[in-house]
């Protein structure tokens, strides 16, 4: 099968979990006890049975199950996800407008995560015994025992309480004035400890994947025939073993997505990122129904565009892969 | 560098190669000495684990470090020692001057890239060439080890082609920066019986072409017979008889090599009456760790007496150019 063709089948796939995601996400929400008019009574410091009645007559919460669920999936499909009463904005404008901060906290705490755990591996498996390997252990163990909204509280008692180096929280500086680059760095200042906060669980997590899965690459017979050709050590390193180590990684930062979605809602929190987590918090928190299923159903878009995109990307590295 | 007509191009001499194990220091080669001419090819036979592979690894400079070493002994490549050089200059030696295949076409070629790449990648590296350069090289290699649309076959990658394919393309790596020797780690171990002959028939074809000289490891005293000039018996880290292959095959002189000959089957055009049973070699290889004093072979040895268990036998001429190292050296049982 070739490239586009198991692409297109891919993402027909895709749609059809999204498909389902909607659904179940719809279902669930609908069988919780409680509905919106009870929320929005609740904040008008409460109303009696008629205004209960009029807010479901106007939510439409009256009609039988299957034609809300109807009118929920087609208004998605014409990327309308209904209307939140707590922000008083369309649910795709409030999302729209929180996911680039989101998309930039996961993207480029993923891409420090596996570019450093990879080298941080592969510099490991050179040396089983060495210090580089001793780090590898301990800085993983650390990892995998340290919670983020721990580590995070921590990174900001180093670095703005004791080493005033970073702000506090937040993700641009009102006050800063200036052209691109000034807004940039800014950008990234702010950036800085919510990324490695982030980065910090799947860097362990990828640099021991990374040491594991060179230190087996390398007992191989092609790595023996790579040497016997007189390739010097980083092109066998670099080249002939990492090309083949790669795949492990890859596969996990794929399934490992959803869990880096659902750790930066924690990360946003503790650094007041107005990203998509913020925001999810407090929907739920205002049980407002229509955001919290908008802010689901985006989340499970960006996890399922990533798994494919690593499907691709496992396709590339190795031409054994065939997609069945 | 023009070769000295006397001097051989190889010369392997009292190598001495130890690993530390858990169960103490196992001396896998010891005092091991090697000489190969120019366009030559010397023969290595012996059983699993007596050193042969071991022997190939310490000429490339590969021995794992840690747990082996080369702990005494030289080896020379057209009189340019090799032992105690850097990675860096092995790094050039390697694959330019001498070039190895494995016992393993399976698993020795990269599966993340292709053929052509592989063998292109070398000359490259080696001979500083563009990498289109390259690339036509490897096809014209591909050629020469005459696998068909050799400019199709390029663009394979490992596992679309078959097992004697693979190990043709193993030869086109080795051979691509035309090295003066070739060594030859058991080539046809992994493959069909028909396959090896073809693969035997390339190497032979190929060193006649090129003036390679070949070291060939195997298990195969058949290959050893018809293509090999000189032999050399290992057992138990030590060379235990070497000489021209004519004579080390029909006047063999230490019991192992007699064994190992009368252990290869025969095909009998007519079925006798009585059909001889495949005879075998009773016994292990001993553990390199507890050698004893007298002669490794004395356990499994059909003629050992008192003195083999108490002193190991030198390796001493027997004939004109023929050595062998048994204290009962005879050519009785053939």
């Known amino acids: 099968m070739s490239l586009t063709q198991t692409i297109a089948k891919r993402i027909g796939w895709g749609l059809l979990l999204l498909i389902g995601v909607l659904i179940l996400n719809f279902t669930l929400i609908s069988i919780a006890p409680g509905d919106i008019a009870d929320s929005i009574a609740g904040d008008m410091g409460g109303a009696d049975a008629t205004v209960i009645e009029e807010i479901r007559e106007r939510y439409g919460l009256n009609e039988p199950f299957y034609v809300q669920l109807w009118r929920y999936v087609s208004g998605v499909a014409r990327l309308d996800l209904g209307f939140s009463y707590f922000y008083n904005t369309p649910v795709t404008e409030l999302i729209l407008e929180k996911l680039p901060a989101t998309l930039l906290l996961v993207f480029s705490s993923q891409i420090l995560a596996i570019v450093l755990g990879t080298l941080l591996g592969v510099l490991a498996a050179k040396k089983p015994n060495g210090i580089v390997s001793l780090l590898v252990t301990f800085l993983s163990l650390f990892g995998f025992a340290a919670p983020v909204f721990w580590s995070g509280i921590l990174l900001i008692i180093a670095f703005v309480s004791i080493f005033p180096l970073f702000p506090v929280g937040g993700m641009t500086d009102v006050t800063v004035e200036g052209g691109f680059f000034v807004q940039l760095l800014d950008l990234l200042h702010h950036l800085f400890l919510p990324m490695i906060t982030l980065a910090s669980i799947y860097l362990a997590l990828y640099s021991r994947l990374a040491r594991a899965s060179m230190l087996e690459v390398l007992g191989a017979d092609y790595i023996r025939t790579a040497r016997a050709k007189g390739l010097p050590q980083r092109m066998v390193l670099y080249k002939h073993a990492l090309k083949n180590a790669l795949g492990p990684l890859v596969t996990v930062a794929g399934l490992q997505f959803s869990a880096v979605m659902s750790g930066a809602v924690v990360v946003e929190t503790v650094f007041s990122w107005p990203g998509l987590g913020t925001l999810a918090l407090q929907s739920i928190l205002a049980r407002d129904t229509p955001t919290i299923m908008g802010i689901l159903f985006f989340s499970s878009f960006v996890v399922i565009v990533v798994n494919i995109l690593t499907d691709i990307t496992l396709r590339m590295i190795d031409p054994r892969i065939k997609a069945s | ?331 009785d049982n053939t």
């Open chain 2, 1 to 331: 560098m023009p070769t000295d007509a006397t001097q051989p191009l190889l010369s392997v001499k009292d190598l001495v190669v130890d690993f530390k194990t858990r169960a103490g220091n196992a001396r896998v080669l010891d005092h091991v000495s090697l000489e190969l001419s120019a366009g030559k090819i010397l023969g290595i036979v012996g059983e699993s684990g007596c050193g042969k592979s071991m022997t190939a690894l310490s000429i490339m400079g590969l021995v794992p470090n840690p747990p082996g070493k080369i702990t005494s002994g030289s080896i020379s490549l057209d009189g340019k020692e090799l032992t105690g050089l850097d990675e860096e200059t092995l790094c050039d030696i390697r694959g330019s001057e001498i070039g190895m295949i494995f016992q393993e076409p399976m698993t020795s070629l990269n599966p993340v890239f292709t053929v052509g790449e592989q063998i292109a990648e070398s000359v490259r590296v080696h001979e500083n060439a563009s990498a289109q350069a390259a690339m036509s090289r490897a096809v014209e290699m591909l050629k020469a080890v005459d696998i068909p649309e050799p400019d199709i076959r390029a663009r394979a990658y490992p596992h679309q082609l078959s097992g004697g394919m693979r190990q043709r393309v193993m030869i086109a790596m080795a051979l691509a920066c035309r090295p003066r020797l070739l060594i030859a780690d058991e080539p046809t171990t992994a493959l069909d019986a028909t396959v090896q002959a073809q693969i035997f028939d390339l190497l032979q074809e190929l060193q006649q072409e090129t003036g390679t000289a070949i070291v060939l490891i195997t298990h195969d005293m058949g290959a050893i017979a018809e293509l090999a000039d000189d032999v050399a018996v290992m057992y138990a880290g030590r060379i235990v008889e070497k000489g021209p292959v004519s004579d080390v095959l029909s006047r063999p002189c230490h019991p192992y090599t007699q064994g190992l000959i009368t252990c290869v089957p025969h095909l009998v055009p007519d079925p006798p009456l009585q059909r001889e049973a495949l005879r075998e070699i009773p016994g292990m290889v001993p553990a390199l760790t507890n050698l004893g004093s007298g002669c490794a072979f004395e356990p499994r040895c059909e003629k050992a007496f008192a003195k083999c268990k108490t002193a190991k036998p030198e390796l001493i001429q027997i004939a004109d150019s023929q050595l062998g190292a048994c204290w009962a050296p005879g050519s």
